[in-house]
């Protein structure tokens, strides 16, 4: 190599290098300037638990919360380095930053003043903040889970080693009962409604799913795309001359001509949200593509409870250390597995009468270990949480060893019947006062059928004080979560007080034959 050819590269090495540190001191100055910023985070809430939700932001982030008029929403001040704790907040389900919120806006009176009004607004917010705080939130959030289309026919026309042989339906449901991480195939054969499949993060997911990113990101920096966005319109309210798509429409159109970025429906980059409650207008960029609420639960049943939801329901109860936390209806085990995760300094128990429920709620135990080995990078310790097949109405516990009892009670709709709840719910509720602590025990319960409920719960006053009721919207359904506290008053079985109610009998009549001699 001559010595000019040597001397170029070295020049050209220089100025490679300049050129990084400037792009990563660029990059520095940009990140530490926007720490320091303040910003109003949305958070949309299991309706209902507004006040659980703000209860655990001023917890866990110090910070004030105002909730919404519009339920099923908070909001909240913070600063940009808090965005990694508020992405791990439990009772939120979607986050967005607030661009701008205006308390009383005055709507014109016809719909074509209105919507000309958005147009013009587009132009008019503080759009630059809540663009630093979604670029840098993009670090924190969660990718949503790409979700694989299960094709029943397919199983049909699978080939054996290339001999040709197709393997049967109930072979291939045999083999997925012994293969855990291929067990949501189980939820598709026992209810073939449920055609979604929730990634679980383990094995050959996972390297594709890095795979995936990684040729994206590449793509990005060979060619640096223009943003794609979306709006989503959420109303609510009688009064307006307009519909939520008029507004999106409008509104839409307007922001895509003020920052020339591309309209996407489906594949796009920044969702823009515009809020509309009454008077009240609210406008905001998503922070999250997916739920929160999708972190614990990869097995799906008939009737999956909300995580979120969940642990709302537990936080009710104020669990204490070394608690003992039993869901006698577990389904899916989504409580018992949210307990679990949030307050491993108890002992959770999750039962079913139902083999398959069991089997799901052990494999979404299965399932949140190994997702947090490959977190942590380690074997993990295990969690504090057994999965049991019983009988609810005879549970194989000590009388007074439970010191909370939370649970999805069946609403008589997907799960059971209404007729027959009449006969389960006292039962269930006289079972529970046998195995939960005296004086101290708490029952978490939530149901639809709540005539049955408070006719069970009204002959059993002196085991059960109803203390609270909760409100919750479940897909439509208007239901309610009880909170019980478990009188100080012995249990008495029924065997017991009927021989003392004979012992009785047999006293007073004795005592009036000896009257009738006298």
């Known amino acids: 190599m001559s010595d000019i050819q040597e001397a170029t590269n070295q020049?050209?090495?220089?100025?490679l290098h300049e050129n990084q540190r400037s792009i990563q001191v660029a990059e520095s100055a940009f990140r530490s300037e926007s720490e320091y910023l303040q910003v109003t985070i949305g958070a949309t809430v299991p309706t209902g638990f507004e006040q659980t939700a703000a209860d655990e932001v001023r917890e866990k982030l110090g910070s004030s919360c105002k909730i919404s008029k519009d339920r099923g929403k908070i909001y909240f001040d913070i600063s940009v380095e808090s965005l990694a704790q508020v992405?791990?907040?439990?009772?939120?389900?979607?986050l967005f930053v607030v661009v701008q919120e205006f308390k009383d806006y005055q709507f014109k009176e016809t719909k074509e003043e209105v919507l000309k009004d958005f147009e013009n607004l587009a132009g008019k917010?503080?759009?630059s903040d809540p663009l630093k705080v979604w670029k840098i939130n993009t670090s924190f959030k969660k990718k949503k889970t790409k979700r694989k289309k299960i094709n029943r026919n397919s199983n049909k026309g699978k080939i054996n080693n290339g001999q040709g042989d197709k393997i049967d339906e109930k072979d291939v449901k045999k083999e997925c009962t012994n293969n855990s991480l291929d067990a949501h195939f189980l939820d598709y054969y026992e209810n073939p409604a449920i055609k979604e499949e929730i990634s679980t993060l383990v094995g050959d997911d996972l390297v594709s799913s890095k795979e995936d990113e990684t040729d994206e990101s590449s793509r990005e920096e060979i060619e640096p795309q223009v943003l794609k966005f979306r709006v989503?319109?959420?109303?609510?309210?009688?009064?307006?001359?307009?519909?939520?798509?008029?507004?999106?429409?409008d509104f839409g159109g307007a922001v895509q001509e003020y920052f020339k970025w591309k309209a996407d429906m489906t594949n796009f980059d920044?969702?823009?949200?515009?809020?509309?409650?009454?008077?009240?207008?609210?406008?905001?960029?998503?922070?999250?593509?997916?739920?929160l609420h999708r972190r614990n639960i990869t097995h799906f049943g008939p009737t999956t409870l909300r995580s979120t939801l969940a642990y709302g329901m537990l936080r009710l109860c104020a669990p204490q250390p070394?608690?003992?936390?039993?869901?006698?209806?577990?389904?899916?085990?989504?409580?018992?597995?949210?307990?679990?995760?949030?307050?491993?300094?108890?002992?959770?128990?999750?039962?079913?009468?139902?083999?398959?429920?069991?089997?799901?709620?052990?494999?979404?135990i299965s399932s949140l270990l190994t997702k947090n080995q490959i977190k942590e990078s380690k074997p993990s310790w295990g969690l504090p949480i057994d999965a049991v097949q019983w009988d609810i109405c005879n549970l194989p516990l000590r009388t007074g060893s439970v010191d909370i009892i939370v649970t999805d009670m069946p609403f008589g709709k997907r799960m059971g019947s209404k007729k027959r709840n009449w006969n389960l719910y006292p039962a269930c509720l006289w079972e529970m006062s046998r195995v939960c602590r005296p004086g101290t025990g708490r029952a978490v319960l939530l149901?639809?059928?709540?005539?049955?409920?408070?006719?069970?719960l009204s002959e059993m006053g002196h085991v059960w004080r109803k203390v609270h009721t909760v409100w919750v919207n479940i897909g439509g359904l208007h239901a309610a979560v009880y909170l019980l506290?478990?009188?100080?008053?012995?249990?008495?079985?029924?065997?017991?007080?009927?021989?003392?109610?004979?012992?009785?009998?047999?006293?007073?009549?004795?005592?009036?034959?000896?009257k009738n001699m006298f």
């Open 11 to 15: 020049l050209l090495d220089v100025n």
């Open 87 to 94: 992405h791990s907040l439990r009772s939120v389900d979607n």
């Open 125 to 127: 917010l503080p759009w």
């Open 232 to 249: 989503t319109c959420n109303r609510a309210g009688e009064k307006h001359c307009f519909t939520s798509n008029e507004a999106a429409r």
């Open 270 to 291: 920044v969702e823009v949200l515009l809020n509309i409650h009454d008077n009240e207008i609210v406008v905001g960029i998503a922070l999250t593509e997916e739920s």
């Open 322 to 364: 070394t608690d003992i936390i039993v869901d006698p209806m577990c389904g899916t085990g989504a409580i018992p597995i949210e307990g679990a995760s949030e307050w491993s300094n108890c002992y959770h128990i999750a039962g079913d009468n139902n083999p398959l429920a069991v089997n799901r709620a052990a494999n979404n």
């Open 447 to 456: 149901t639809q059928h709540k005539k049955c409920f408070i006719k069970a």
């Open 485 to 514: 506290k478990r009188t100080a008053h012995a249990f008495v079985h029924h065997s017991d007080k009927m021989e003392k109610e004979e012992a009785k009998n047999e006293d007073d009549a004795g005592n009036v034959s000896i």
